[in-house]
């Protein structure tokens, strides 16, 4: 398989999925560069976290293909699966911690799962781990006494624990104070470049998004409705790109999840 982009470890060709009847992405191509923080990003329900189940292969595509490091994830059978995600680190939605387990016994999870390495290197990758994330003085609280941006970090040092090619982050900042979330952020990019893996965030903090990212990438009605530096993206025109980074208040994109209209379900005209 030759990849249109040789640079790129992921690959998205005209995608199209969706979970039952409706669509949720369609015709959908977009390229990963290796070593680059990409940013995911486009209004609710546009089928980000879509993607990333495409990419971990979760789910399959319904049409087109979706390429890892040039082989076609839909194509896989379980142990092909398998080894692939051993290759990826994922922090999802606040990066749930195993509440009964210390920090480092998280951290030590996913290297006591998939490899037999003796206690003395499992201690010192996770040590290193928490370390890049600057939690090494906490690996013996429990989860109940850190902090939500702590936890955060905590889960990420988990997402790195196996030395992942490619980290995908689903919402990384949300719940997080501002503080926390400019440090999350910052960290993200830091492990990015010192430890030279290539990193997918999805999130709605455009702010923080765009400081970190090299790439942007607007989704909306399943396809890239933008795509680019973070200033290529700034300055495009498309008022759906302009409505979700801020720069227009009122823009098309629906705040209603699409369904009958409110005259046919309540039978009189209802201003909303
Ligand atoms: N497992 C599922 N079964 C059925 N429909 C689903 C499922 N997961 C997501 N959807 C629908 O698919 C669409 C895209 O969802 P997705 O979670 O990918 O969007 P998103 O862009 O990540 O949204 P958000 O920013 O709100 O997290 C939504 O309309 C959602 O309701």
């Given at each position: 398989?030759?990849?249109?982009?040789?640079?790129?470890?992921?690959?998205?060709?005209?995608?199209?999925?969706?979970?039952?009847?409706?669509?949720?992405?369609?015709?959908?191509?977009?390229?990963?560069?290796?070593?680059?923080?990409?940013?995911?990003?486009?209004?609710?329900?546009?089928?980000?976290?879509?993607?990333?189940?495409?990419?971990?292969?979760?789910?399959?595509?319904?049409?087109?293909?979706?390429?890892?490091?040039?082989?076609?994830?839909?194509?896989?059978?379980?142990?092909?699966?398998?080894?692939?995600?051993r290759r990826?680190g994922?922090?999802?939605?606040?990066?749930?911690?195993?509440?009964?387990?210390?920090?480092?016994?998280?951290?030590?999870?996913?290297l006591?799962?998939?490899?037999?390495?003796?206690?003395?290197?499992?201690?010192?990758i996770?040590?290193m781990k928490?370390?890049?994330?600057?939690?090494?003085?906490?690996?013996?609280?429990?989860?109940?006494?850190?902090?939500?941006?702590?936890?955060?970090?905590?889960?990420?040092?988990?997402?790195i624990a196996l030395d992942p090619e490619?980290v995908?982050?689903?919402?990384?900042?949300?719940?997080?104070?501002?503080?926390?979330?400019?440090?999350?952020?910052?960290?993200?990019?830091?492990?990015?470049?010192?430890l030279g893996i290539?990193?997918?965030?999805?999130?709605?903090?455009?702010?923080?998004?765009?400081?970190?990212?090299?790439?942007?990438?607007?989704?909306?009605?399943?396809?890239?409705?933008?795509?680019?530096?973070?200033?290529?993206?700034?300055?495009?025109?498309?008022?759906?790109?302009?409505?979700?980074?801020?720069?227009?208040?009122?823009?098309?994109?629906?705040?209603?999840?699409?369904?009958?209209?409110?005259?046919?379900?309540?039978?009189?005209?209802?201003?909303?």
């Amino acid at each position: 398989m030759t990849a249109l982009h040789p640079d790129a470890l992921v690959e998205l060709r005209d995608v199209t999925f969706g979970y039952g009847e409706r669509p949720v992405l369609r015709d959908l191509s977009l390229a990963v560069p290796r070593g680059k923080v990409t940013a995911l990003m486009g209004a609710s329900g546009g089928g980000k976290t879509t993607v990333l189940r495409l990419i971990g292969g979760q789910y399959r595509a319904q049409r087109g293909e979706v390429l890892f490091d040039g082989k076609d994830v839909g194509g896989m059978n379980e142990p092909q699966l398998y080894a692939m995600r051993r290759r990826m680190g994922m922090l999802f939605q606040f990066g749930a911690l195993f509440t009964d387990l210390s920090v480092f016994e998280n951290v030590a999870f996913p290297l006591r799962e998939h490899t037999k390495l003796p206690e003395a290197l499992i201690r010192d990758i996770v040590l290193m781990k928490l370390s890049a994330v600057g939690l090494r003085g906490a690996r013996g609280l429990m989860p109940a006494q850190v902090s939500g941006g702590m936890a955060r970090r905590v889960a990420l040092a988990r997402a790195i624990a196996l030395d992942p090619e490619l980290v995908m982050y689903d919402e990384p900042f949300a719940g997080l104070d501002p503080i926390s979330l400019g440090t999350a952020a910052r960290l993200i990019r830091k492990l990015n470049d010192a430890l030279g893996i290539t990193s997918i965030v999805v999130s709605h903090d455009v702010q923080e998004t765009f400081m970190i990212a090299d790439q942007v990438v607007i989704l909306a009605d399943g396809q890239v409705a933008a795509q680019g530096t973070p200033d290529e993206v700034r300055a495009s025109g498309n008022p759906l790109v302009r409505q979700f980074i801020g720069a227009d208040a009122e823009g098309p994109v629906r705040f209603h999840y699409p369904g009958p209209t409110v005259e046919q379900d309540f039978g009189v005209e209802i201003a909303e």
